[in-house]
Every structure is written in structure tokens, then in C-alpha cells.
């Protein structure tokens, strides 16, 4: 057992889990209490009146080869979101344990936390050097009852990556105190790798993934969690036995074929050519005070008057989010749309 697993709850640790019908499927199923037929409309393949599998191999050894790591060490989720209520439930005893957030971020890591019952400490990203991690802070901040650390990267809503050596510094400073949670929910748009490369050299390290974004696959609810097997074991015991639906296992299957990942990466190359066309042409215009550099599917934009550009966009039939907080006081987030869409986009504030 890694040095980690001892920050869990000791509860989860001795919890027998739900022990779902056997999976056998030579075998006539008569077990699960399933319906025996298939209803009208259904087009699936195994069909829809059965239970799917509980973490489906195809997604789990294919998601597994996608990420470079071994299929222990991965759990198949709903998107990011589940990996975040499961990191939560597995270490955090409501009322006692704490976890580390660097806003301005991603709030569903602060919102899991608070369903869970676990305190949510703040340590800010530092807006005066391009929004960068203040890893001291974050070490200040850790005490005996924090489990988690979450850093995304590249961050949302600021768009920036943090170079994988920092990660890896604070990782090994953290150790084995808290566990850090990188999600690179936006990896595959950014110049930076994924740490997923050094799982088995950071014992304390959880990475999340998704298919949401540079996949298109958001409608899906398909991501995983990816850490050391001991962990992915202990996230088992408390994921719900069918988490992932039939037509999702068919449909993501299929996309990870090799001419499917090659669309998606000339599709990250085309987003990646309008990002860069459209935060040339936002800087252009007269009530743009700032484009931060992005490497992300989104640009973070600072606005003299950003009532006045959620009007106008609004004007041409779309919407952009209002991202305005303390640490973002006249700030909007722009998702890159398709080449007509940002021409539409532009011109409501041309």
C-alpha cells in the first residue's frame, strides 16, 4: 500500500463494497433482474435492457493506451465531475479534513468539497504574474487534516498552463501529507505535457482527464481518473456499479480508433489556428483592454465595459461567460467557436 492510501478514510479503507451481478457474458443473463427483451427503438448493440458493464474494458484498456498508462491505474468516470466527488469521498471525513483550491479556478472543486463536509482553504493564483501557482502558499496552508490539493492546469477560467516541473516539485514537497490532483481537462490544446508520463515516479499524484473537450465528446459524460493502482482501487469501491451507460461505452469505443484520434488532433490544430485569429482580432478592438495568452479551448478577456459586450454578443445571437469575480472584476470567458461563429462574434463588437 502507497504512503498515500494512509490519508484515506480509514472507513472507506475497510468498506466491502456493492457487489454487482456477475458479469459472464457467454452466459444467458437470468441473474440481474433485467427485463429478458429489448424495447422498441433501441439500437444499441448489447441492448439497452441490460446492465452495461461495470468499468467496461474497451473504455478502460482504451482510454488506458490513449494516456500512456497502465489500466490499473485508470477509472472510468462521468467526465472530470465524478473523479472530483470520488477523490472527495475516498479521503475527506466531513467536518475534520480539509483541501486546497487556487482560485480564481474551476468551482466544482469547491462545491464537491462542501457536499463532502470538508473545509475549503483558498491559496490564490498570483493575477500580477500572469496568474501563476504560489507554491509557498500552498505549503503554508497544508496542516494535518488536508488531503487534497486541486491545481488545474491549464487553469479555468484564466486559460494558463503550470510548467509540469513545478507540478512535480510540489507533488514530492506535499508527499505524502495530501494528495495533488492536477486535472488537464484542456492538456491536449496546451504546449505542455501531460504528467500522466510520470505516474509511477509521483506515488501521491492523481491525474484527471476527459473526453469532453478536444474529443467533442462533452454530451458523452466520459473522463477518467488516473493514479497509482492502490488508489484507483479504493475509488472502485465507492463508484457506482453502473456508472457509465451503454451507448456511451459503443460510442466512445469507437472513437478511439486511431483515424478517430487523428480527426481530433487535426481538430485541436484547426481550434488552436482560430484561437490565435480570434485573440489577435479581440486585441484589436477599441473596448478590449487585455487578451490573457491562453492555452486552453478559450480565451480570457478583460473589458473596459463587459456589460456592454454581453449585450452585444448576446445582439448576434450569442453567449459568452461572465466570469466577473474579486480576483476577475471586468473579465468574460470567449469558448473559440467554429471560424463563422467567431466572425459573428467580432463583428457584434466591431
Known amino acids: 500500500m502507497s504512503s498515500i492510501l494512509a490519508r484515506a478514510r480509514p472507513d472507506i479503507l475497510a468498506l466491502d463494497p456493492y457487489r454487482h451481478a456477475a458479469w459472464e457474458p457467454t452466459l444467458t443473463r437470468m441473474h440481474a433482474n433485467e427485463l429478458p427483451w429489448r424495447v422498441e427503438g433501441d439500437i444499441s448493440q448489447a441492448g439497452l435492457n441490460r446492465y452495461p458493464e461495470p468499468q467496461p474494458p474497451p473504455l478502460v484498456e482504451g482510454l488506458a493506451a490513449l494516456y500512456g498508462v497502465r489500466a490499473e491505474q485508470l477509472l472510468v468516470g462521468r467526465g472530470s465531475d465524478e473523479a472530483i466527488d470520488l477523490l472527495m469521498r475516498v479521503f475527506c471525513r466531513a467536518g475534520q479534513d480539509n483541501v486546497i483550491v487556487c482560485p480564481p479556478t474551476f468551482g466544482m472543486y469547491g462545491v464537491a468539497a462542501r457536499i463532502q463536509g470538508a473545509a475549503v482553504r483558498a491559496v490564490p493564483l498570483a493575477a500580477q504574474s500572469g496568474f501563476a501557482l504560489d507554491m509557498q502558499a500552498i505549503l503554508a496552508a497544508v496542516d494535518d487534516n488536508t488531503r487534497l490539493v486541486f491545481v488545474c492546469s491549464p487553469n479555468n477560467p484564466t486559460a494558463n498552463a503550470v510548467a509540469p516541473a513545478l507540478l512535480e516539485e510540489l507533488a514530492a514537497r506535499l508527499n505524502p501529507r495530501a494528495l495533488l490532483v492536477v486535472d488537464e481537462a484542456y492538456i491536449e490544446f496546451a504546449s505542455v505535457p501531460s504528467l500522466c508520463a510520470r505516474l509511477d515516479a509521483i506515488p501521491n499524484l492523481a491525474v484527471l482527464r476527459t473526453l469532453s473537450k478536444a474529443h467533442g465528446l462533452a454530451g458523452a459524460r466520459c473522463g477518467a481518473l488516473i493514479a497509482q493502482a492502490d488508489i ?23 472513437l478511439l480508433s486511431p483515424t478517430a484520434l487523428a480527426r481530433m488532433c487535426a481538430g485541436v490544430q484547426q481550434l488552436l489556428a482560430e484561437r490565435a485569429r480570434l485573440a489577435t482580432s479581440l486585441r484589436a478592438m477599441p473596448g478590449i483592454r487585455h487578451v490573457w495568452p491562453s492555452d486552453a479551448n478559450f480565451l480570457l478577456v478583460d473589458c473596459a465595459d463587459a456589460d456592454d459586450v454581453l449585450r452585444r454578443v448576446r445582439g448576434a445571437g450569442l453567449i459568452i461567460r461572465d466570469v466577473r469575480q474579486s480576483a476577475l472584476p471586468c473579465s468574460l470567458r470567449i469558448s473559440v467557436g467554429t471560424p463563422q461563429q467567431n466572425d459573428r462574434l467580432l463583428e457584434s463588437l466591431r
Open 232 to 254: 484507483i482501487a479504493l475509488a472502485r469501491k465507492v463508484i457506482p456499479p453502473y456508472a457509465i451507460t451503454q451507448m456511451t461505452v459503443e460510442a466512445v469505443a469507437a
